[in-house]
């Protein structure tokens, strides 16, 4: 069955430091993956998404991942944190012939200043 | 930027009681989904809808619920006869083409 593992439940950074979050996927086909992430209150809001080619993807805020098919991961990177990073961090993947996200169970972000 | 917009954004109902989840979903999208996130739980899939009619649903999906798009403009979720255990918050989702997935900022639900 189609899984998505976050291992870190909770990380916290300080502000300015680099940030790496862990994302591995259970999933038979070539993968289309996303990171959101949810503000407090908020809903979930689309950071970046993989469908194919380049292995190094871009999103808004500063966020980048890279999809290594080796280590069935997608993690999820920023050089420089800032405070308003604070939030949920959520990876999926899409399964169900296309029709539906399964999520990872979320990692909490904090940011100390 | 187009948004996904869901009404209300907070619903207290009685157990057994009918609620209807309402959402907007981006106009010129095609797929709708619902999910939903129990307090301190993942996000998990209900529901897609293309072509007005379900193409997905998971098997939370029973025959207490069912999904609607009345009018070209809205997308609801019903739920016949709420149980403690539908409190959750529900997500409403739109896509243009199947893939990405956009949501809207949820309906908070407790039954009581």
């Known amino acids: 069955a189609q899984s998505v593992t976050q291992p870190d439940i909770h990380i916290t950074v300080s502000e300015g430091a680099s940030l790496e979050l862990r994302c591995n996927y259970s999933?038979?086909?070539?993968?289309?993956l996303f990171w959101y992430v949810q503000s407090p209150g908020q809903g979930l809001q689309l950071l970046l998404k993989?469908?194919?080619?380049?292995?190094l993807v871009q999103g808004i805020k500063g966020f980048e991942a890279e999809f290594k098919r080796s280590q069935s991961s997608f993690n999820l990177r920023k050089p420089s944190v800032h405070w308003s990073d604070a939030a949920e961090y959520f990876c999926a993947v899409l399964t169900g012939g296309g029709n539906k996200l399964t999520f990872g169970t979320g990692t909490q972000l904090k940011v100390e200043l | 930027e187009p948004e996904v917009t869901q009404t209300p954004s907070h619903q207290v109902t009685q157990m057994g009681q009918e609620v209807i989840l309402r959402c907007v979903p981006i106009?010129?999208?095609?797929?709708f989904y619902w999910y939903r996130q129990i307090l301190g739980q993942k996000v998990e899939f209900l529901v897609s809808?293309?072509?007005?009619?379900?193409?997905?649903k998971s098997e939370i999906f029973d025959d207490q619920f069912s999904v609607e798009r009345p009018d070209g403009s809205n997308f609801t979720l019903k739920i016949r006869s709420t149980k403690l255990e539908d409190s959750a918050m529900y997500f409403c989702?739109?896509?243009?083409?199947?893939?990405?997935?956009?949501f809207g900022p949820g309906t908070r639900l407790l039954v009581l």
């Open positions: 999933y038979g086909a070539t993968p289309y």
């Open positions: 993989y469908f194919s080619g380049d292995t």
């Open positions: 989702a739109s896509g243009l083409a199947g893939e990405t997935q956009y």
């Open positions: 809808f293309y072509n007005n009619e379900i193409s997905e």
């Open positions: 106009s010129n999208h095609l797929y």
